[in-house]
């Protein structure tokens, strides 16, 4: 499929003034956002848990979560937790926040855009 990077505004829920721009990878196959730890450290984030990462490699690691920014994304926005890892690493956006920001990645023109079947607005399901 390739690439698909898209700019992401994130801003520390508490303090709003907190906020930076990335150009984020957007991985289907990651679950959160996951951001270098010095945008965590700019962002003034809490950390709140540590969780245990699986990487494409198999190999296993701990990594701290932090807690919480307001992602906009393609003109929709929510608040989601950071993951946090190593300086200088890739960040992404994951298939969590595709999910409640309700876009999708068109494989063929590798854009990201809002569903069609929402262009609005996020749908919400409930079933």
Do not use: C, H, W
């Not at 906020?19 to 289907?28: C, L, Y």
């Not at 807690?67 to 003109?75: D, F, H, N, P």
């Not at 190593?86 to 298939?95: A, C, E, F, K």
Request: charged share 30%; no cysteine; glycine share 8%.
């Amino acid at each position: 499929m390739g690439k698909v990077i898209e700019r992401v505004r994130l801003s520390n829920v508490i303090d709003p003034t907190r906020s930076e721009e990335v150009d984020a990878v957007i991985d289907t196959g990651a679950t959160l956002v996951v951001m270098p730890r010095d945008v965590v450290d700019r962002l003034g984030l809490t950390r709140i848990r540590d969780v245990q990462v699986r990487y494409g490699n198999g190999k296993v690691e701990t990594r701290s979560v932090y807690s919480a920014v307001t992602l906009e994304l393609k003109g929709r926005s929510g608040t989601f937790d950071v993951l946090a890892e190593d300086v200088g690493s890739q960040p992404l956006i994951g298939q969590v926040v595709l999910e409640v920001l309700d876009l999708v990645v068109d494989p063929r023109s590798r854009r990201l855009t809002p569903n069609p079947a929402s262009p609005d607005a996020p749908m919400v399901e409930v079933l």
